[in-house]
């Protein structure tokens, strides 16, 4: 039998892959080819898988030459009828439609001189140009895996289109679980890797400035506030243990000269102390939107409840990267209390498995600063 290559218009079109495949392939092993190949240039326009097929179980492939003026619509019609494309296929095939410079084939009633261009391409596919574009960059940047999981209809385009811009390994994983049917595992994998990724080149360009800003601020402030009794101000008030400020002196603090242009504020606050610590957000340049709760194994003091929970409030400026799904953790953070105003640890635990590359500072730690972190308060240098 004559060796055969594939029409380029036939190749926008992905080959039968897998089970498919394999079926298709027992068929023609016990009933032969019963449509004839179809060529035109002396190539096949239809009938690559019947071709590959008759290859290997060694019977004929019959064949015809094509009779028309339209071998690039006879080559979509006949594929969009027969094989069931979701739009990410089609979108992958007015991708390469759109690609094929017009010299590999002669003119057609569909097909103008220059080729054909996206928006006509994503038009003859009933595709948006959206997805044609999408398509186009999994072609160009995405590890052939991606290309074939699109091209099979395992993974949407869209998120093949966002798994580019991750290293191919990563890609591969993708890939991988999508062609194993775990669609959402593979969604929230490329939700994760690109949010790390993200996170990491914020991190590099912040810790590349010249003057020394910060991705992360996490702030306890010495909040004033006013006990209502004499036993009050002796046995618990904070001014008894540190030295207080009043909230105008607090959000007067020059914490935006130290911030990044995208950088996010955790912010330690008592109960009776929300509406200054929104205040001092708003005045230090962060947008409130979320907050987390520490609940400690005992209970300490307050006039309508003993309280004994502490909020950590929210804020970002600019665009930061939430945490993606999967990686968030839970609102409540359980800790024992510590010394007078001492916060647990684990919320710098959370900050860093949230924001690792991100330059971080804490105002107000008590004690020496932790590893990899910058630290003001009492001790150290005030901020001008």
């Not at 049917?181 to 400035?209: D, H, P, Y």
């Amino acid at each position: 039998m004559q060796k055969l290559e594939p029409h380029p218009l036939a190749n926008v079109f992905p080959l039968l892959d897998g089970d498919a495949y394999d079926e298709f392939l027992a068929d023609v092993r016990e009933n032969g080819i019963r449509e004839p190949a179809v060529l035109y240039q002396e190539k096949i326009l239809d009938g690559r898988n019947r071709y590959r097929a008759a290859m290997e179980a060694e019977v004929v492939c019959p064949t015809r030459d094509y009779v028309g003026s339209d071998p690039l619509g006879f080559v979509i019609s006949l594929n969009l009828k027969r094989r069931h494309l979701d739009e990410s296929q089609r979108a992958m095939v007015a991708a390469r439609l759109a690609n094929l410079p017009a010299g590999n084939f002669s003119k057609s009633a569909s097909l103008p001189d220059s080729g054909v261009s996206q928006p006509r391409a994503a038009t003859m596919l009933n595709v948006s140009e959206r997805s044609l574009r999408s398509a186009k960059a999994v072609q160009d940047e995405g590890a052939p895996e991606l290309v074939a999981a699109v091209d099979q209809g395992h993974l949407s385009v869209s998120v093949a289109a966002r798994a580019t811009k991750l290293p191919e390994e990563d890609q591969r994983e993708i890939a991988s679980r999508a062609q194993a049917g775990e669609i959402n595992v593979a969604r929230k994998v490329v939700k994760q890797k690109a949010r790390a990724q993200r996170e990491a080149e914020l991190g590099r360009k912040q810790c590349a400035l010249p003057q020394q800003k910060f991705g992360v601020i996490y702030a306890d402030p010495e909040w004033e506030f006013e006990t209502w009794s004499e036993a009050g101000l002796i046995n618990s008030a904070a001014q008894m243990h540190y030295p207080c400020s009043p909230l105008e002196e607090i959000k007067e603090r020059d914490v935006p000269s130290i911030s990044a242009d995208d950088s996010v504020l955790f912010l330690c606050a008592t109960p009776p102390m929300l509406p200054h610590a929104l205040e001092v957000m708003a005045a230090w340049g962060f947008d409130y939107v979320t907050n987390a709760v520490w609940i400690k194994d005992r209970s300490g003091t307050g006039y309508w409840f003993r309280f004994r929970h502490e909020h950590l409030l929210v804020g970002v400026r600019g665009n930061v990267p939430c945490p993606a799904p999967g990686e968030q953790w839970d609102s409540v953070i359980e800790q024992p209390r510590g010394e007078h105003s001492e916060k647990p640890e684990a919320i710098c635990e959370l900050i860093e498995a949230y924001f690792p590359n991100l330059p971080k500072i804490e105002l107000n730690r008590r004690g020496p600063a932790r590893a990899g972190w910058s630290a003001w308060g009492n001790e150290a240098e005030a901020l001008a």
